[in-house]
T-cell receptor, first 113, second 113 residues
């Protein structure tokens, strides 16, 4: 079992550029979550999908952030335009059903210069 | 307002001794609690959980205690091993809280040989 796959593992970009982070959840999992980890705020939930439908995006910080899940095996988190304060580690997680354990990907470390 | 708090950002313990990591929560709708462990450059991995109908759950060297009246839980690791050195996140969930995980800020545990 490959687990949750995220790409890229590291991204360095300049302020104002568009950034796209990608996630492939575990096959058969119905829910997908995007988290952001920073020193100041710890692990924050940004958005989560259930059966490819966004359920709660109240954690998305600004309109510069958007997320899509076009199918059950792929999701993207896009930041446009990026800013230095977006620098963080972004995790994707998936779970099979409500109440089950969430399984996390290895994360994408984003640095915006 | 943080609903799940881990007030100790770091903890250092000697190998073989007990490690105790603490977590407090404020939302009374939480009824399921988890601990995740995170190594550098990896995503958090599930360690142990407890339902609010229990006050203790044990899995090998790891035991989680829940005190509902105090809204407090703790993770005990005994005996501690150098491989336990990691960041530990407490998380809370519940059907009435949308079955989403709310994480604490994490505690970095260092087990010295």
């Amino acid at each position: 079992d490959a687990g949750v796959i995220q790409s890229p593992r590291h991204e360095v970009t300049e302020m104002g550029q568009e950034v796209t982070l990608r996630c492939k959840p575990i096959s058969g999992h119905n829910s997908l979550f995007w988290y952001r980890q920073t020193m100041m705020r710890g692990l924050e939930l940004l958005i989560y999908f259930n059966n490819n439908v966004p359920i709660d995006d109240s954690g998305m910080p600004e309109d510069r952030f958007s997320a899509k899940m076009p199918n059950a095996s792929f999701s993207t988190l896009k930041i446009q335009p990026s800013e230095p304060r977006d620098s963080a580690v972004y995790f994707c997680a998936s779970r099979q059903t409500a109440g089950d354990t969430q399984y996390f990907g290895p994360g994408t470390r984003l640095t915006v210069l | 307002d943080q609903q799940v708090k881990q007030n100790s950002p770091s903890l250092s313990v000697q190998e073989g001794r007990i490690s105790i990591l603490n977590c407090d929560y404020t939302n009374s709708m939480f009824d399921y609690f988890l601990w995740y462990k995170k190594y550098p450059a990896e995503g958090p991995t599930f360690l142990i959980s407890i339902s609010s109908i229990k006050d203790k759950n044990e899995d090998g060297r790891f035991t989680v205690f829940l005190n509902k009246s105090a809204k407090h839980l703790s993770l005990h690791i005994v005996p501690s091993q150098p491989g336990d050195s990691a960041v530990y996140f407490c998380a809370a969930s519940g059907e009435k809280a949308g079955n989403m995980l709310t994480f604490g800020g994490g505690t970095r545990l260092m087990v010295k040989p």
